[in-house]
């Protein structure tokens, strides 16, 4: 997990590897809201090589999820699982602490390699695509990973029960 000691290596490499830069207050902010979704990756010598930050979406009109707000590996350590490893961590504290159904995350069209990881490796679905979503002008998937299938119906919650009911009283007979 993160400590604010690893918050400035984290926004340096959050300033080697990405177009999209944080002011140092949005990472103290989100280590304070939700420390167990920081985490790092760090070398035998202790130099942070990759984080990820995450947050737990606030709008009560979806259902409870997580939200990837950077990931990042320097290019020296990439294709080593670092980001697999990162993102599997926050996720599995996003449904474990905060029971998230759900953690989003928006990717640039134009990015291949996060693409894959996201797609191929971790599982992840295109929900839609929002234009213009970066700075410069382009579009960015917001792609979703669900932890626990959508809420059943009421219906069908009632024929479960039903279910169950006929169940118990096939075995009382």
Request: with cysteine.
């Amino acid at each position: 997990m993160a400590t604010v000691s690893d918050l400035l290596q984290m926004q340096t490499t959050n300033l080697w590897c990405l177009p999209e830069n944080y002011q140092m207050k949005y990472y103290f902010y989100h280590l304070l809201t939700w420390p167990q979704l920081l985490w790092v990756a760090e070398d035998f010598d202790g130099k942070i090589v990759g984080y990820v930050m995450a947050k737990m979406e606030e709008d009560e009109d979806l259902p409870r999820h997580g939200h990837i707000t950077s990931l990042s590996v320097l290019r020296t350590h990439r294709k080593r699982g670092i980001a697999t490893a990162l993102m599997r961590r926050s996720q599995c504290e996003m449904e474990e602490v905060f029971d998230a159904e759900y953690v989003s995350l928006h990717v640039r069209e134009s990015n291949r390699a996060a693409f894959h990881l996201y797609r191929e490796t971790l599982q992840y679905e295109i929900n839609d695509v929002e234009k213009e979503y970066y700075a410069d002008g382009e579009d960015a998937y917001d792609m979703r990973c669900y932890f626990k299938k959508p809420k059943e119906t009421s219906e069908k919650k009632s024929n479960n029960f039903l279910d169950g009911m006929k169940d118990l009283s096939i075995q009382e007979q």
